[in-house]
C-alpha cells in the first residue's frame, strides 16, 4: 500500500515534483511536498495505493521529465488459521490447524509434552475469547524439565533426548507494516532456569509474542537443546524484519497489541513468515516460572 520512489537530477535547485497513475489511466497524482533531497538524488515515500495493482511513475525537475516507469504493488495476504478457530484433536494431542492439514501452518511442543506423560499445554479456548476460538497455553515442567507453552508456524519434527527439534516458518513472501492481535498474560515467578539466565531465577516470567519475515529457501531446523540452531532475531542476515513484544500480567481482560515491524532490509522480499507466542518468553532455554499461561486471539498483519 506505499512505495518508495526515486529519481537522480543534476539541478537540485529546480522545482521537482513526482507523478503517479494507475497503469493506463488519464489522470496523475502529483507530490510535490515530502521529498528528501541529498545532492542529486530526489525520494519520496507515497501512500494509500491498492494492492496488486500495476502503476506508472515519472520525475518533473524544471522543464525536464523523466520516461514514465512503472511497478506493481505486492499482495496483503494474512496466514491461515491466525484466529486460532481451526484445531484437530488427534490421540489427545491438540493441533492448531484443521483436521489432516498438511503442511502445517501451525504448531506447538504438545508432541513433545505428551510423549512424556501429561496432556497438551498448548490447546483450544472457547470461553476466554474475542470471538470464535482463542489459544490457550500455560508452562510447566514434565519429569523436571521446563517446557513453556507455546504456538509458532512450522511443524514439530520428534524428541532428541528430552529436547525437541521442528522446522520453523511458513512460506509467506509479503511485506506487512504491522502485527495485530488480543492477548491475555498471567505470570508465575520462575522457578526453573537454566544458563545463561539462571540469574533470572526469582523474577517475574513474561510471555513473548513476535513474527519475524525471513529470507530463507526453506523452513528453518532448530534443536531445542542446541542454541547455535536458534535464530538471532537482531544479527541473522536470514532476518528482513521483526515485530515483537515481551509482555507482562494483564488481569482478565484481552488487551490488544499493534507492533510495528522493524525491516533490517527495504529491498529484499521474504520467503518464510515465523510468528512465535510463548507463555514463558525464556522457554526457548528451559527458563520460566510454572503456571504462567497465555491466551492470545485475533491475529493479523496490517499494510498500511
Known sequence: KHAFLTAVDSDPNANHEFRYRKAGGEDWTTVKSGIS????????RIDNLEPL?????????????SRIQSFTTEDTLQVPNMNFDSWWLKKKIWYPNP??????????GNDGVTTVGGPSNTEPEYEKVVKGTACHMYSKAIIGVFASGSVYTGQFLGKSGLNGTMNQGYPYTCRPTSFNGYYIYHPKTINKAKSPY????GSMDRGCIYAALLDIDEPHYLH?????????????????AVARIEVGETGDEYKEFNIEFK???????PKYVLI???????????TGGEGSEMYVDELS???E
Open 276 to 286: 512465535t507466542i510463548s507463555s514463558s518468553a525464556r522457554g526457548d532455554y528451559f
Open 53 to 65: 495493482t500495476e502503476y506508472e511513475y515519472m520525475f518533473v525537475c524544471g522543464n525536464n521529465q
Open 99 to 108: 483436521e489432516n492439514n498438511q503442511p502445517y501452518v501451525w504448531d506447538s
Open 37 to 44: 533531497v541529498s545532492a542529486s538524488e530526489f525520494s519520496v
Open 198 to 201: 539462571t540469574d533470572m531465577k
Open 263 to 269: 525491516y533490517h532490509d527495504l529491498v529484499r522480499v
Open 301 to 303: 498483519f496490517g499494510f
Open 224 to 240: 531445542s537443546g542446541k542454541p547455535e540452531t536458534f535464530i538471532d532475531l537482531d544479527k541473522d542476515p536470514c532476518v528482513i
